[in-house]
């Protein structure tokens, strides 16, 4: 028999042995350093540098591709090497706000008491209430933070607050809140001004760059499995003509007016957000029509051979529509419209889409025969 | 931000000045600088079409002085609670 020593089995040698953070039965993150021992037993100390697979997750969540299970375990966290006097900074278990926040904590120390709001992030769970006085409160007492440091404090972000009242927070658990900034990265800054916000650290940005990064999610939430149907029944409405019903109409046409529909998706889903702050208008449905028109019209230009007037009306028409309705989706990605506003001008400008989307199927069936 | 501005005259925001004690707690939870409070003196809505409805303010104010009906402003949640009402709407497994 060989012996395990000096003859290792085929393949390269063994590889280093379990780390002494490891624990049987867990699987240990591969953002995790080591554990700092406290008071009440040891805390993860966790690294402030993002990897590959935390972009890979990122991106993965950004294309709204299994949005919903991108979590961390909530509970107590560390950077650095805190002491006692250090400050609490409290996040969502959405991986991606966990994420955010302890890349900034570069060069900090301080705890990370992460909250269970389901994997969302902090301004949805607030809304949601998931981010909650409750949920803080619970928190506190579960990881026994009192025991851990000295003063107290909690650093909480400002878009918590619609879900955490700070007196309520004092009263239940005797902790302060400190309304942080509304983006991590404003967060060393913050700490450097002693825990003070300028007014700039206190209000969202939706430039650009912020309004791209929202545009995947928004269109795998129009592209669904309903839409494979409705392109079926769109093939199938495109067949009918003088002959009852034709196999190559329904292919000629039916790509037809999916361009159209698709050129209204781009129009709603991608170029609204895009343009958003020049386009005319401050209703989102109706910024969606203005687009939507010029998307109908520019896939009618791209389109060679015989096209009649009704098929020009009903392709325009379904764009419209389609794009009017995506844009009106926007709303709910955006940092600054009311649940009022939205409510009104869906109720202004749902029966024009509904009218639209009729008079398209309408002019789509009937152009054959005309 | 101050390129985005929503609907004119929607916002169901309200501030009452009786009860409020200058705290400045909602001036400093609002994202869109609604409020403005003066040292001393009592909180003020300075840009009433600047609201958002997210409640930070009123659940933030310790004498209840603002009332506003805060809510998702997101249209497959309002169209859920048009077909099932207010307490089984929900945005979805796929919303925020």
């Known amino acids: 028999m060989a012996k395990i020593d000096d003859e290792p089995c085929c393949g390269a040698p063994a590889g280093p042995p379990s780390s002494h953070i490891e624990r049987p039965g867990y699987q240990l993150w591969h953002f995790v350093e080591d554990l700092v021992e406290t008071p009440v037993g040891p805390v993860p100390k966790v690294s402030t540098n993002l990897v590959m697979s935390d972009q890979m997750g990122a991106i993965r969540v950004r294309l709204g591709y299994k949005r919903n299970d991108y979590k961390v375990a909530p509970g107590l966290y560390c950077v650095g090497s805190p002491g006692p006097e250090d400050p609490v900074f409290v996040t969502a278990n959405y991986k991606l706000s966990f994420d955010a926040l302890r890349r900034e904590l570069t060069g900090i120390s301080g705890w990370i008491l992460v909250l269970d709001t389901r994997g969302i992030n902090v301004w949805c769970a607030a809304g949601k209430k998931t981010f909650s006085t409750e949920e803080v409160c619970r928190q506190v007492k579960a990881t026994q933070l009192d025991k851990i440091i000295k003063h107290r404090e909690l650093i909480l972000p400002q878009l918590g607050a619609p879900g955490v009242s700070a007196f309520d927070v004092r009263k239940a658990c005797r902790f302060k809140v400190i309304w942080g900034p509304v983006q991590a990265n404003d967060i060393p800054e913050f700490i450097r001004a002693g825990k003070k916000a300028e007014p700039h650290m206190r209000r969202p940005t939706f430039t650009l760059a912020d309004r791209l990064v929202l545009v995947p999610v928004e269109l795998s939430l129009i592209l669904s499995r309903t839409t494979v149907l409705v392109l079926f029944g769109i093939m199938l409405l495109s067949g009918i003509g003088t002959e009852i019903f034709s196999i190559s109409a329904a292919w000629q046409r039916g790509l037809m007016a999916i361009a159209a529909l698709f050129s209204g998706v781009i129009a709603g889903a991608v170029l609204t957000p895009a343009l958003l702050p020049w386009i005319p208008g401050k209703q989102f449905a109706l910024k969606g029509i203005i687009l939507g028109l010029m998307a109908g019209y520019a896939t009618i230009f791209l389109h060679k051979g015989n096209i009649s007037t009704l098929e020009i009306a009903a392709m325009v028409l379904s764009a419209v529509a389609i794009s009017s309705y995506a844009a009106m989706n926007f709303t709910g990605a955006t940092p600054y419209t009311s649940p009022s506003g939205v409510e009104k001008e869906m109720r202004r400008f749902m029966p024009v889409q509904a009218l639209a989307v009729l008079g398209a199927i309408i002019a789509w069936v009937a152009a054959p025969f005309i | ?96």
Not at chain 2, 73 to 81: D, F, H, K, L, R
């Open chain 2, 1 to 96: 931000m101050d390129t985005f501005r929503y609907l004119p005259g929607v916002a169901t925001l309200k501030l009452d000045p009786e009860p409020c004690i200058g705290c400045g707690m909602c001036s400093t939870v609002c994202p869109h600088g609604v409020f403005e409070v003066e040292k001393g003196e009592k909180a003020t809505i300075i840009a009433h079409d600047l609201c958002m409805e997210c409640g930070a303010c009123a659940t933030n104010c310790p004498v209840k002085a603002i009332s506003v009906t805060p809510g998702v402003g997101c249209a497959s949640y309002i169209i859920q609670v048009w077909l099932k009402g207010k307490e089984a709407a929900d945005c979805g497994p796929d919303c925020c």
